[in-house]
T-cell receptor
């Protein structure tokens, strides 16, 4: 079945540091890939998405590129802020088949950014 | 903006009680989902519904049931609450067509079973 593996946290960075959170996936066909963010006390929000190979999703300074050859969708940001402290989830959805609206999530990575 | 509203942010119930968690969305989405979120386990799908009165089991349906009488409302029911159902519960919704449609989440209900 489909699966998502993301780097385990917690990740602690200083403000303005470079961020990478690794995500790899296993799926048949060509899934869509997502990054969701969960701020303290809130539900998940969609951060960015990519629907086909070599697509780059971007939002709020975060970027991730859909790499089919390495089955990866790593999240990056050039300069993190304290307000980026949150839990980040990588997820995939198959683009075909009877359950193509279901999401498979990674276990989440807690990011803490210190001033 | 899509709005998914869960009826309670915090809920405390007793073992053996029947518990109802309510979720309403305002974007005419066909799909609705219930997840539970636990530390170290991420999100796990309990049930989902792709239409009124239609439902399918997710990965961990045991001890839960659901109801979808109207398109905008999806209820999660704990038939006889147990302490191992203490968790954060998240509701989500999405359009039916296409895997590229993202899910939109509510703020969650933190449920404690004593």
């Amino acid at each position: 079945g489909d699966s998502v593996t993301q780097m385990e946290g917690p990740v602690t960075l200083s403000e303005e540091a470079f961020l990478t959170i690794n995500c790899t996936y296993t799926a048949t066909g060509y899934p869509s890939l997502f990054w969701y963010v969960q701020y303290p006390g809130e539900g998940l929000q969609l951060l960015l998405k990519a629907t086909k190979a070599d697509d780059k999703g971007s939002n709020k300074g975060f970027e991730a590129t859909y790499r089919k050859e390495t089955t990866s969708f790593h999240l990056e940001k050039g300069s993190v802020q304290v307000s980026d402290s949150a839990v980040y989830f990588c997820a995939l959805s198959p683009n075909s088949g009877g359950s193509n609206y279901k999401l498979t999530f990674g276990k989440g990575t807690l990011l803490t950014v210190n001033p | 903006d899509v709005k998914v509203t869960q009826s309670s942010r915090y809920l405390v119930k007793r073992t053996g009680e029947k518990v109802f968690l309510e979720c309403v969305q305002d974007m005419d989405h066909e799909n609705m989902f219930w997840y539970r979120q636990d530390p170290g386990l991420g999100l796990r799908l309990i049930y989902f519904s792709y239409d009124v009165k239609m439902k399918e089991k997710g990965d961990i349906p045991e001890g839960y049931s659901v109801s979808r009488e109207k398109k905008e409302r999806f209820s999660l029911i704990l038939e006889s609450a147990s302490t191992n159902q203490t968790s954060m519960y998240l509701c989500a919704s999405s359009f039916f067509v296409g895997g590229y449609q993202p899910q939109h989440f509510g703020d969650g209900t933190r449920l404690s079973i004593l």
